[in-house]
Every structure is written in structure tokens, then in C-alpha cells.
């Protein structure tokens, strides 16, 4: 790639620019000095250059990224990116790579790419979007036919962190280059899969978005189907942007409610007064900005199964929830016990259970084995590797993509409309309330009643 990209930021005055893209992009430029970036912030705000600078600089710092300033050239331009004349003016005589990163709400990418024309566009651009990508299956259809009328399917970036996390990347490893494993990943061989992504953070400040979104949507319908994705696709010829794509998305197509009944797949739950970590937390209908009446769920748990030839028959249910003591990050893979054990063996029979831990980074087999006193008894033993943080941060992978024009780790745009269709039958069920709004004690793993899935 040429090493001078510039990267327009839309809404670089707000959170999520200073939180998270900043920070990776201060750790890509410190395992990439090679890098020249030109950073265009973008905002309402009247903001100088030096405020933008002073914003980088700091991001930069908390990601112990320093020295990478150097690589950057920063500038700041106030706008309305939902007004055209505005727009053009912002991205004339732009060239070389650009990406026109969306860090506002989705309401306003929505406006702004209304507002774009072809022509106001460089040469292959990248515009990257993060999600949610539309509210249901037709709005998040409408956008990607705006997207497409502007630029290639393959320039348009439909940003999903989970897909840079090295452990989910681990997973291609650990599935395709180990015949131990490869053979076995079926119907055949496995009982059930669990994703799990649980976090002890309660609502922290996000009513505004989160209240109208709910667990099943922020987590669930995105990033954990990506997961599921990459969890059950088929071996693809190669881990390249049009391939990779392709198997994720043939899983999405096959993946449906499990008994096409949401009323018993599907679980909610919201948190009441508790403390996490000798912190009080109080409920969520009392969180800054919640309106109780919308009955938004903290925890949301349901079951898919993907019907194709592979994996008809194997439940996958995916959980995710905030305010969660000791929360579970993983994805579990039980296999099913062996048919017969030779009598005179006694202990333990259970299936092997292989985890990968989506941070830290970690993989365990669980085995029977034979034990240290009597070995004809047998036990549960752990056998574990670490794997790492990764090189970069999640964010940084995703940026990284991005600025080299490589979509592997973006959403396609069927994929981003499948995922609404896939959970609608829950999201109808609950709207209809024929599934109950348990409650939970912050701090806890949740309902007792549920299941644990650890």
C-alpha cells in the first residue's frame, strides 16, 4: 500500500474516537512505523486543530503509544456531514488511500451517506460503519443498496471488533491445522456449543443507545453470530477477504432459531441493586436515562442451530449480559462422551470440552485420564496453552484492514442483513412479551434458574 493514507474521522470529537479508534491506531503506528497517516477529525463541535491534537495525544498516551505521533499529521474540520455542500467540501482533492471512518450514531452515517454522491468519493475509498447496521433486516437492506450505488461492496467496511479479536482469529488455527480436531468438528462428534460474553460493566453512562437496544441486539444479533460464524463455517480455500466471507456467510444462511420456537429458545433478563467488586450498583430501571416501560433486557440468552449437513442437531446458544460477577468469556465446543467404556474404568466418562477464552487469550482441552492414585479411575484433566494478547488490539486489527483496503474482517452485506432476519422471531416474541423479563442481582452469573454455560 502507499505509506501515506489519510483516515477522515466523522465525529472525532466524541467517545468512541477518543476510547477506542485513536488509542489502536496510536498501537498500529507503534508495530508499523513505516505508516504515515493524515487524521481529518470531523465534528459539529467548534473545535481548533490544536483541541484534535491535543485529543490524539492523549489517546495516543494511554495506549503507550507516544513515539508514534511522529507518524501522524492531524487536522480538524468542523461540519455537518448530513449536509452535501458541506461534505464535498471536506473530501476534495483528497488522494491516495482514504478512509472515511463513521464514529456517530447510526441515524447520522444513515443521513450522511444519503447525502454523498459517487462523485464527491476518492478513488478507492473505504468506508467503514460500525454497527448497529440498521434497526432490522429491511432498513440494514435499504442502506447497503446507498452504500453499493456509492462504491463496491468491497469498499465499504462494516465494522465488527470481534472479528479482530486474535482469539476468534485463533479459532481458524486451532480448527484447520490440527487433525485432532479438524475430522471431529461436527455433528458427528460434538454435543453443543456455547459462545459467552459476559462483563461485569453495568449501563456506564449508555442509556441513550443502550436503552434502545438491549443485550440481544448490541451483542447477540452482531458480534456473537460473527462468532457462531467462524465457529461453524467449512474449511474455505483460503482466509482471504472473498473467501472468508463466503463460509461465514453460507453458516448465517443455514442458521435458524432452534425448534423455530423462540418462546423456549430464547431467554431475558435485567439487573436489580447489587454491588460488582465492592461497588454498588443500582438497578438498571434506575440508571441515568432508562425509561423502565421500554423493558430493555441486560441479559439475553438464546439457542440457534445451524441446518446444513455439518451441524443439523447441535445447539449453539450464545449469551450475553452486563453486571455479571466472575463473567464467562469463551467459546466452549462440548464433544460427545465415547460410546462405551471397558468395564473395570471407573470416574469420569464425560465428552471433552475444548474453550477458547475471548480475553485473555486461552485454549483448554478438558480430557478423562487416568488417575494418580488408582488408575483405573479415572479423572478430569486441563490441558491448557496461552495464546497471548496478539500483536494488536482489536480495534488496531480492524484499523489495520481498513487502511489497507482489506475487507476480510468486515460484515458483508448480506451477512449484516441475515443477522437481523435470524433473530427476529425473538425480538417479535419479546416485543409480544411471550417470553418472561427475569431479573437478576447485579454482581451475580445471572438468573438462577438459567443455566450456567460456563
Known sequence: MDAATTLVIFGSTGD???????????????????RRIRVIGVGTADWTAEQQQKVVRDSFAAADAEAALECVEVEYRRADIT????????????????????AVPPAVAAAACEAMTPEML?????????????????????????????????????????????????????RFANRLLEPLWSAESIESVSIVYDEKLG????????????????????????????????????????????????????????????TTSSRRARYTAGSIDGVDKPSYVDEPGVEPER???????ATFEVRNAR???????????????????????????????????????DGAVVRFSLGP??????????????PL?????????????????????VLSCILDADAMLSVRGDAAERCWAIVQPILDAWANDEVPLDEYVAGSRGPEHWPFLG
Not at 85 to 100: F, S
Not at 152 to 168: A, I, P
Open 16 to 34: 468512541l474516537t477518543s476510547r477506542l479508534l485513536l488509542p489502536a491506531l496510536g498501537q498500529l503506528l507503534t508495530v508499523a512505523p513505516e
Open 83 to 102: 449536509v452535501a455542500a458541506e461534505l464535498k467540501k471536506i473530501l476534495k482533492d483528497l488522494d491516495g488511500q482514504v478512509a472515511l471512518y463513521f
Open 122 to 174: 476518492p478513488d478507492g475509498v473505504m468506508l467503514a460503519l460500525e454497527k448497529p447496521f440498521g434497526t432490522d433486516e429491511e432498513s440494514a437492506a435499504a442502506l447497503n443498496r446507498r452504500l453499493t450505488a456509492l462504491v463496491d461492496e468491497k469498499q465499504v467496511f462494516r465494522v465488527d471488533h470481534f472479528l479482530g479479536k486474535s482469539t476468534t482469529l485463533n479459532l481458524l488455527g486451532a
Open 203 to 262: 449501563l456506564e453512562g449508555r442509556a441513550g443507545y443502550y436503552d434502545g437496544a438491549g443485550a440481544l441486539v448490541d451483542m447477540l444479533q452482531s458480534h456473537l453470530l460473527q462468532v457462531l460464524a467462524v465457529v461453524a463455517m467449512e474449511q474455505p480455500a483460503t482466509i482471504g477477504e472473498a473467501d472468508l466471507r463466503e463460509a461465514t456467510s453460507a453458516v448465517l444462511r443455514a442458521t435458524r432459531v432452534w425448534g423455530d420456537d423462540p
Open 295 to 301: 423493558r430493555t433486557e441486560t441479559l439475553a440468552a
Open 311 to 349: 451441524w443439523t442437531g447441535v445447539p449453539f446458544t450464545l449469551r450475553s449480559g452486563k453486571a455479571i460477577g466472575d463473567p464467562a468469556r469463551e467459546v466452549v465446543v462440548r464433544f460427545k462422551a465415547v460410546r462405551h467404556v471397558p468395564d473395570g474404568l471407573r470416574g469420569s466418562a
Open 361 to 374: 487469550d486461552r485454549m483448554s482441552l478438558d480430557l478423562n485420564l487416568n488417575g494418580a492414585g488408582d
Open 377 to 397: 479411575v479415572l479423572e478430569r484433566a486441563t490441558l491448557s496453552a496461552d495464546l497471548g494478547p496478539g500483536q494488536l488490539m482489536a480495534y488496531a486489527e
